[in-house]
């Protein structure tokens, strides 16, 4: 039970990832290290995690089981970046990145990679490089490219991808992330729901999951600050920056409402994985993503939709 609701098989499976403690590259020393990660993951109440950028958490799958044991974690899902719109040269280069990270995440249990797709590029007079939007050759590429690599992970691994659209990339939009959908093929490529990531543009997640039931593959929990976006936004301010200015927030001081989403998505996907993240890149204090996981996982318990921080009885 969770907050007097039954915490089903059915209910999401909420987890967090590394991004909460700051974390956006493997080796960093604005980041907080390894074990104190994944300890305050614990300490905060929660059973499972992402790798977060390859190689943060080590790639010595052995060595990751013990540290998971030693905590009770459990591995949801691992991360790669792909630039699958430049064309079939592409696609053999992504999947070496792929496959490494799939292996790594079969090894210890998981079935989920999440691709994400290049970000735009911004000069050192902060104003964007190149094109924000993809053409219709690059539409096509990216299509074949994401397509190819999902039929390669499935076949080869037996896992699925799922795809994150982003900020200040060329798939961030509600009518781009419906584009995406609509040209792939459901049984390789389905979405990483960024709720925060979706609603930096505005984009309705609830609709998003009600009109493609079947795409949604994994969610990110995450919010936005929608005051300080509309800032963002109006003066073109860098995401890089906007998240030092604090665009991403915890909840509830931010936007979408959890409740409804995770209502919906459990409807659509039972059981799907909801994994908390704040971006947070670099940290002032590393005392402060513990209190604020805390604060999240009391929120999310008593949001008021049935959830569960770790499998139920019955769960296989």
Known sequence: MTNGIEATDSAPRVGIAPDSWGVWNAVDEAQPAPEQYLREVAEAGFHWTEL???????????????????????????????NLHRGASEIDKAWADVREVATLVQAL??????????????????????DR??????????????????????EEFGMRQQFHSHAESPIGSYREVVRLLEGTDERYVNLCLDTGHLAYYYGDNERLIREFPNRIGY????????????????????FVDAVKQGVMIEPPLGVPDYNPILREAAIANP??????????????????????????????????????????????
Not at 59 to 81: C, I, M, P, Q, W
Not at 133 to 154: C, Q, S, T, V
């Open 52 to 82: 977060g950028p390859f190689g943060y958490l080590g790639t010595d799958a052995a060595k990751l089981r013990e540290d998971f044991a030693k905590y009770d974690l459990a591995l949801s899902a691992g991360t790669v970046f792909v």
């Open 271 to 316: 059981g799907i994985f909801a994994i908390v993240e704040q971006d947070m890149y670099p940290l002032a204090d590393f005392a402060q993503p513990l209190e604020i996981a805390r604060r999240t996982h009391e929120y999310i318990a008593g949001c008021g939709a049935p959830v569960r921080f770790r499998e139920t009885a019955t769960a296989k």
């Open 219 to 238: 969610l990110h929990l995450k919010q936005v600050e929608p005051d300080l976006l509309a800032d963002v936004l109006k003066n073109d301010i860098s």
């Open 109 to 130: 249990g998981a079935e989920h990679i999440i691709t994400i797709p290049g970000l735009w590029e911004r000069g050192e007079d902060g104003h964007v490089v190149g």
């Open 133 to 154: 939007a993809f053409n219709a050759e690059e539409w096509d590429a990216f299509f074949a490219g994401h397509n190819e690599i999902g039929r390669r992970l499935l």
